[in-house]
Each structure stands twice: as C-alpha cells, then as structure tokens.
C-alpha cells in the first residue's frame, strides 16, 4: 500500500481531474467494506479470544455504579459511544473526543433507576483560546460533578433495658466523582491510500477522576482514577474508530480490605452517513471488556437525524448483565439539546434518564471541521481587504515643483 501525506491545496487541485476522480471514487468504495470488516473483526476477536487474566468474577469490585450509561443519547444507542464522542458526553465514554469541541456547553443530567437510586450528573467544557500541545488544533477541556444514590437504609434495634424499639434512617451508599478532562486534535491531513485522499484526523485525551464513597453514613473511602482516549476520524467516508481505557489505578478501602473497581476497556467503529435533505444516519459498535470481571460486553447503536431538530435512537446490548434493548429521542433548538433514553431489557435494570444541553453558538473563537455536527458551525466574517484608489497622476498635485499637466 503506498501511503503518501501531502497538503490540501494539493489534494484540492487534483481532486479537479476527471480521472483523479474516477480513481478515488472506485478506492472509496474498495476501502470503505475493509475498514469496517477489520474493525468488527477486531472488536470481535478483543471480546471473545482476550482472556481476562485478573477477573475475579461479575460483581466481585466496588463502584458498579461507574459501568453506568451517563448519556441519555448514548444509552438509545446501546451504550455504543466510544467512537462518536463529539459531545460533552466525552468526559465519560472517550475523552479524546473533548479535541473535537468548538462551542461551549453545559449539560445536567437525571437517571432514575430501579427502587430509589438516583444518578444526576452536570459537567461544563469549551474549547481553549490557544493552541495544544501538538501545535495542530486548539485543545478542549471539561469539569465534570456525578452524584450516586442507592437509596436509603432503615436500621432498627431493640433496647433489652424496656423493649423498645430504636430506628434510624442511613443512606445506603453515596458516591460523587469529580473529573477534570482535557482532549486535543495530534493529527490533521490527507493521507493519499492509493489514489485516495483521506482526510485523517487524531485526538488523545485524558481524564483525571476523584472518587468518594460513603456506606451507611460511617464508613468512607475515597481514590483516585485515570481515563484515557484516542479517535482517529476519516470526515470524508464517515468513518470513525475510537478505544478507551477507564477507572485505572484506584482501590477503596472501606476499612481494612483494598476492593477494586470496574476498569472498562471499549473498542468501536462508526460510520456517519447524509441520507436525503437535512437527514444523516448514524450507526455505531462497540465491544466492553471488564477487565476486573469476568464481563464482556458487545453493543450496537442506531441514530437517525431529521431535519437539524429531531433525533431518533435505538440499540442493543449483547453479552452483558444488562442485555436487551435501548431506545430514545432528542430534540435540538436554536443551541438547546433534549435527550431521552431508555432500557426495556427487564424491570429490575430498566433505568430512564434525560439530559438538558446548551450550546453557545455565538462563540466565535473557533471553527470545526468536522462533518458529524448537526448544524453549521458560525460563520467567521472575514473583512474584504480595502481596494486602493488609482490616482490619476494628471490630478496629483507636486509640492516640490510647478509642473503641471495641460490636457
């Protein structure tokens, strides 16, 4: 395979010869059916032919509730969001996604879970005013706040002195986790695949994550995680892959054994694809492997966009200990986003959640060049340069002479 880089200008110009043309079409269509094969392939190899070594067993680690969908947009799609991390969303599935931010948002999410447990969660992230480290794109950055309830415990003792009976209501289990993410862009170009240009683009991002949990309102323990992404995007195929790696490095200890937690390695591909008018197809897949359980998990999702206001998602989730169908809607209004989704597998994991998103879409600091947003990013008014008068040299005056033009 010969790979050449070169700029755009370039690929631009010998994009206008008729046979340049044919040639890329004819590679665009050869390389499309082999980039998504390899990619299922390799989902699908990580899921069921990589051991877990260290897996004690489902549910043998603390913090379960950290394997919990966060986004309502991505729970209608099954959970399957590690390759399309374009949102503040990132924070959670990919945070190499943070690089592809160019407005600031703010979100507030609620699930509402089986019997009393309770999930809210607001996070806040914008593009930074500088260049990141690569040098290539500006970074984007986000803090993020999550608040778990499990309910409450009634505890009842009675006093051996008179009988009587001594209650008391504890909260059974609360979690917060704070998180500080950061992504940028390292890669932006064509790469010329044998006649065809792809445009490639690269993001890595990081997160940094401060856990506190708290049993029966006495006994506390607190860690700190790592979370780490990469995205590779092709803007003009759609096509997206994406790996991430979370909750690495932390234990609790409640009070004198260490537990772990659930650290998730997700592997997917997408694909992005304007169908008719204003309507785009989203699908995307996405293998989970628990690599402290012995867990693994393969999701698909689904996003159809109707004319830049309404979205309609439906997913599945395979192998997992909450398998079954996912589905939600969204809607989308002048920079406000919101998104419903839902699980139908079974009444004791079915979970509800809604989301409420706002875009500043008149911040004008920085332009994307992505293809998977759902409205045009705002325009740069560039100013026309001023032209310069021509001056007819018979009308120009000469301070230093009595010359002048008879005509």
Not at 181 to 201: H, L, P, R, T
Not at 241 to 264: C, F, H, M, Q
Not at 310 to 336: C, P, Q, W
Request: proline fraction near 4%.
């Amino acid at each position: 395979m010969n790979i050449n880089r070169g700029n755009r200008q370039q690929a631009t110009g010998k994009r206008k010869d008729s046979t340049y043309l044919s040639l890329s079409i004819s590679r665009f269509v050869a390389v499309l059916p082999r980039c998504l094969a390899v990619s299922l392939v390799f989902i699908l190899y990580s899921l069921f032919c990589i051991p877990s070594v260290y897996a004690s067993g489902p549910g043998t680690v603390a913090g379960q509730f950290l394997k919990t969908d966060i986004s309502p947009r991505a729970l209608g799609m099954g959970g399957s969001f590690v390759a399309v991390a374009d949102g503040i969303y990132s924070v959670t599935y990919n945070p190499a996604g943070l690089g592809q931010l160019y407005l600031p948002e703010v979100s507030a999410m609620h699930l509402s879970g089986f019997s009393d447990n309770k999930t809210q969660f607001v996070a806040v992230g914008a593009p930074l005013p500088f260049l990141g480290l690569s040098g290539i794109g500006k970074p984007g950055f986000a803090f993020s706040a999550l608040f778990e309830s499990d309910g409450n415990f009634t505890y009842r003792s009675i006093d051996p002195s008179n009988g009587s009976i001594y209650t008391k209501k504890m909260d059974a289990e609360k979690n917060t986790v704070l998180s500080f993410s950061y992504g940028e862009k390292i890669f932006d170009d064509d790469v010329n695949i044998e006649g065809y240009d792809a445009a490639i683009a690269q993001y890595m991002g990081l997160s940094v994550k401060y856990l506190k949990s708290t049993l029966l309102d006495e006994y506390s323990a607190s860690s700190f995680l790592l979370d780490a992404g990469y995205l590779i995007t092709e803007t003009n195929m759609g096509l997206s892959l994406g790996a991430s790696i979370s909750n690495v490095g932390g234990k609790l200890k409640y009070i004198s054994k260490e537990e772990s937690l659930p650290t998730i390695l997700r592997l997917g591909a997408s694909y992005f694809k304007p169908t008719i008018m204003d309507q785009t197809l989203l699908f995307s897949v996405e293998g989970d492997i628990y690599t402290n359980e012995k867990l693994k998990a393969l999701k698909l999702g689904l996003e159809y966009h109707f004319q830049k206001v309404f979205n309609l998602r439906v997913g599945y989730k395979a192998m997992d200990d909450n398998s079954g169908m996912t589905m939600g809607v969204g809607f989308f209004h002048e920079g406000i986003e919101l998104d419903f989704g839902m699980s139908v597998s079974n009444e004791v994991f079915n979970t509800s959640q809604i989301s409420l998103t706002y875009k500043f879409r008149g911040f004008r600091g920085y332009k994307s060049s992505k293809k998977r947003e759902y409205y045009a990013p705002p325009k740069q008014i560039k100013k026309k340069p001023k032209k310069k008068k021509r001056v007819d040299p018979r009308k120009e005056k000469s301070k230093d002479t009595d010359f002048f033009w008879i005509y």
